[in-house]
């Protein structure tokens, strides 16, 4: 048995042999394996392209090289014979790398070769083409790929492939693909109309439709109201800022490269905010403050404007601004330690009520020592303190986590919450920061106990992270299938016939009264039509009405998620959505009699 | 018996006299009567300086000069006299106000005499110093003013008088200025920590303070809500858009001294929003629409950013940013009318629930037609049916307004609901504009019931006007004495007590829990000096809790408004505060036994 890797390698010559019997004039680059399979580039003529609909001739001719088989020979050539033998055969990129390698001090090169096709190769391979012929293999996709990864170099054709070990491995891939893309929250956000990114508006500057933002406001509520019981203090500043504020903060100087550029506005030099410590900062400053007033809890739903790469923006996850469910803890020493823990169970709780605990990972941001682009703090003795009582702290609270070094923020380490996108990508949904370094900046003082001045410790942290990005995490984890608390529109009422028009308006205006986000679908169309286009919509219940319900005061109700229908009392049904609201309810079950 | 203004230009003459009296050396600017008084300009000697402390020596002088009496005597000089006699005086800005007068055509100008003091004037004055006896003034403060009104031209010294026909006219104006000063939504607002104005931060960026960000979270999910509740889609634009978004709209050709500057992020021009018709119109026209979709009503919390001079910066009036309960409709041209009824109707349902339907006033805002400033679209026909439109509306729904030329916006007239400040200037705190320039400009359009495309009509309207301005005034309207639902703290629970700790926490957290919002003072202080301190903070309710209240399950209530106290049981105080809350309450009352 070879490892995958070397089956995917070997599988990568294979398609470059293909790709030169199908389109003989190809230049040829390279051909890794990746995680799930392999790709190889090439750059064909203008008359000759490489195109997708090629994908089933190319991928007869590599069956059919797979069913003559033969071995895969290994030859070592000086630098002047591999040279020649690439010039002889017209392949310029195979000839720069051979270039590349004798100037780093090469003296021969390997060669493989396979049936007719010989390639620059470290290896290894399998040692027989039939070898791979238990692979399962598929063309994906074709992609743009600049030669060596740079930009002055031309842009070659990238072939894709998906290949693993069996048939079985291979659908169970392309399936969770399929689903993961199902579940893309671009895809089920334009469904739903949750959100659009208009470009005539701005790159990475989506807009909340209605019902985005009825989503977003119920997060925003539900995350103020909660952070207010727990004693945090919400605040609002501006979206502006002096340059100076983050001079003193250190932004400017590690930071620079995410900002806005500064605008100058009579005398002042502002600029629109990246993060909003130095705001709370300064509000804390603004009056003298004892030990009595500590911890102050500094809560607000901030907008924060990052320049991004424009290839970067990514819906609701990337953006040119979005809004943080922000805030800073300003403590003594003394009690960084709870309000470090308070802050955490202040997360635990919000992933608890949005359905997400289960499918997050902890991470320990770290900072680099050996960083040399100038990301962090010059200062190896709070290094060194600030991360050990971030451990100690998750440690105590024993909590799962890995460390990741190079991931801290630049004034001092944290925790970061993960959780993966549909796409499998990483992302860091909440964090939680501890920091000595900005208290010293700003000068932050409190008169302690002993009538002396003292430094106080700031902790950075979001509670429900930011609501966009929240929000897309939410999108896909449910597929856009939310619990009723979080659903934008929860009900949908819908008359079977014209007579029960009044009725169901009734029951609409008694849903809304209630605080019950519903919809009416009181067209003159038949309710199968009426029922199919709702379920696209994904809505929690469709209420059905008429004329038995009227008479006996009822609803016919359909469950989105169990697909279960029954007839209960529409006060009983008013009252099990109530419920499922004030209890922040997962599952769907306000159709059943209570 | 003269016009009041008669007399009052006659005794900034007397000032004038009178000051020349206690600094010699003074160059005379001029001095007219004003509302409520007269001012009289001087540019003292730097050795000699103005200063609000000669007050007194200066009325006493004015004094002396009405008790010796005598005429005021007006004569005629030619140009080349009274240049003369200026010159001869050593006061050059009366000979350079001389010489315009004669580059204008004059050929002769006018003098008055009163006492030893000569003047150039046109008149009218009293006929004799003693008439002015019976006048009530007092000299008021000393203000600076450029000669002319021109920054090129040197600083005078303004001196300002208060004057009255009768000292009770005078007294009564004082004290209603010093209500007015007491009530400044910027003293009240420091007072009661409601916001700060931080330089740090920035000029014009005020920060809200805990409790000045209640009462704005109160007043913007309210205002939601309603906006909701009558068919509005509430929506998440971004705070920055393409430049051609601008330029589009015509802001940038009519509005660009207000706008930020445009800031270069790759290969786009980008713009923080002065104002969000573009967003929404782009949204609009994001997907066909039908005359079935219409109208549609978008609403949205925009933050808006406006260029202002510093020195107009004012508290939570004047900013450099701000949020705006910001809307806009799109409906038919025969929906103009009623959406234009329903969004008067919000903004009266609105100031009825805020208290402040009794102290406004509306103003139809007209172009100008003879503008010479490119501050309007030029349609003459636009205008002549917009504004004839806008007319005919107004005295259909028979509301009382005055019409006010040169006030519309650039594209379209409007309705503005004016409210006058504590210091007495007047500001548009709500308004209501139809638009049939924007929809062409953005080529707007809707397939009518013809299936065929039509052009809509759009109605720019605010519903509770900008948050911050509309906090100001209603902190100015109640000198911080909000009715229970906008107040940011609505009832202080105080123990008198250390036994009755227990019983106090109690009741605070059965008062959270019934969404009320309460703070306690448990400390170990005498009763007397807890109430004193809540007192200044202006919260409705002062519960006091002690051994008699917690056996028998009590409070002892003291009203804000009333002064009344009263033992009531708890529960029927706490349902008493809930019931002014969902009733939006404009009166105190909760400690009434229900």
């Keep these: 048995m070879y ?13 470059a042999a293909a790709v030169l019997r199908v389109l003989p004039d190809v230049k040829l680059g390279i051909g890794p394996a990746i995680e799930n399979g392999f790709y190889y ?66 003296q021969t090169v390997s060669f493989y070769a396979s049936g007719d096709f010989t390639d620059l190769c470290q290896g290894p391979h399998v040692d027989k083409i039939e070898d791979l012929r238990t692979m399962a293999f598929t063309l994906d996709r074709i992609a743009g790929a600049y030669w060596q990864g740079s930009e002055k170099n031309p842009m070659l054709q990238r072939i894709y492939a998906l290949s693993f070990p069996s048939k079985e491995a291979l659908d169970t891939y392309v399936a969770n693909r399929e689903e993961a893309a199902r579940r893309d929250h671009r895809v089920i956000g334009a469904e739903m109309k949750l959100f659009a990114s208009l470009d005539a508006i701005g790159r990475g500057l989506p807009c909340l439709l209605p019902r985005g933002a009825t989503l977003r406001r119920t997060l925003e509520r539900f995350v103020v109201d909660e952070e207010l019981r727990r004693g945090y203090q919400h605040v609002y500043t501006a979206d502006l800022g002096r340059k100076e504020l983050y001079v003193t903060s250190g932004h400017w100087g590690h930071y620079q490269e995410s900002m806005y550029p500064v605008m100058q506005l009579g005398d002042d030099e502002i600029v629109l905010r990246p ?80 359905g997400i605990a289960e499918t997050i990972s902890y991470r320990a941001s770290l900072h680099d020592p050996d960083d040399k682009a100038n990301k962090y703090e010059d200062n190896p ?62 000068d932050m003082k409190y008169v302690g106990e002993d009538g002396k001045e003292h430094r106080p410790v700031a902790i950075h942290r979001s509670s429900i992270g930011c609501l ?22 929860q009900v949908m009422v819908m008359s079977i016939t014209d007579e029960s028009i009044p009725y ?60 279960a229908e029954a007839t209960i009392p529409f006060e009983t049904f008013q009252k099990n959505i109530v419920a499922e609201n004030e209890t922040y309810a997962l599952k769907l079950g306000a159709e059943q009699a209570g």
Tied chains: 1, 2.
């Excluded at 490892?3 to 398609?15: D, F, G």
Aim: aromatic share 8%.
């Design 3 to 15: 490892p995958v890797e070397t089956c995917n390698h070997s599988l990568s010559h294979i398609l």
């Design 381 to 442: 003795e709070m290094w060194a303190s600030s991360e050990a009582q971030l451990i100690g702290v998750l440690d105590r609270l024993g909590l799962q986590y890995k460390k990741a070094v190079g991931e801290a923020a630049f004034y001092g380490p944290k925790l970061d919450v993960q959780q993966k996108n549909a796409m499998g990508k990483e992302e860091t949904i909440f964090t939680i920061q501890i920091d000595f370094v900005l208290p010293e900046r700003f």
């Design 504 to 563: 169901a308006k009734g029951l609409v205006d008694s849903l809304k009264k209630a605080g019950i986000r519903v919809e009416a679908d009181l067209r003159n169309e038949k309710i199968g039509k009426k029922v199919r286009e709702a379920r696209l919509q994904r809505i929690p219940y469709l209420a059905t009405v008429g004329k038995k319900e009227a008479e006996s005061g009822s609803v016919s109700v359909r469950n989105r998620d169990t697909q």
């Design 41 to 106: 580039d090439f750059l064909p003529t203008k008359e000759n392209p490489l195109k997708e609909s090629l994908f089933p001739k190319i991928e007869k001719e590599m069956r059919s090289i797979l069913k003559k088989g033969g071995a895969f020979t290994r030859t070592e050539k000086t630098i002047a014979e591999a040279t020649g033998f690439f010039e002889t055969a017209g392949q310029p990129f195979k000839a720069e790398l051979i270039r590349e390698l004798a100037e780093k001090g090469n």
């Design 275 to 354: 993060m909003s410590c130095p705001h709370h900062f300064t509000l804390y400053n603004s009056e003298p403050r004892s030990y009595r007033d500590l911890p102050m809890r500094f809560g607000e739903i901030v907008s924060q404007f990052r320049r991004e790469q424009s290839g970067e923006l990514t819906g609701l996850i990337r953006m040119m601004m979005f809004h943080l469910a922000d805030g800073h803890i300003v403590c003594t020493p003394e009690q960084v330690e709870s309000e470090f823990v308070g802050a955490v169970e202040l997360v635990q709780y919000i992933m608890g009520r949005l």
């Design 468 to 489: 966009e990005r929240t929000m897309a995490f939410l999108i896909e984890h449910y597929a856009g299938m939310f619990p009723t608390w979080l659903a934008p529109v």
